[in-house]
């Protein structure tokens, strides 16, 4: 059976972001499903965001604007 290069749809719900440090996929429950989660090595001054820890122990974190 062929197998798709692209990164395949993640059947759970919610959002998946990259951890900037070693590209480990971690779940996170954006607050809208419109807006596009965006990862940052450190908080953001404003709007919302949310830290997020991958199972290796980096912590970041992601901004939703
Ligand atoms: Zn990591």
């Known amino acids: 059976m062929g197998r798709s290069t692209s990164t395949p749809a993640d059947p759970e719900q919610g959002t998946a972001v990259v951890c900037p440090q070693c590209d480990e996929r971690v779940a996170v429950s954006a607050p809208d499903t419109e807006v596009e989660p965006t990862v940052s ?25």
């Open 41 to 65: 090595p450190s908080v953001a001054a404003f709007g919302e965001h949310s830290v997020v820890h991958c199972s290796a122990g980096h912590k970041f974190w992601v901004n939703y604007c």
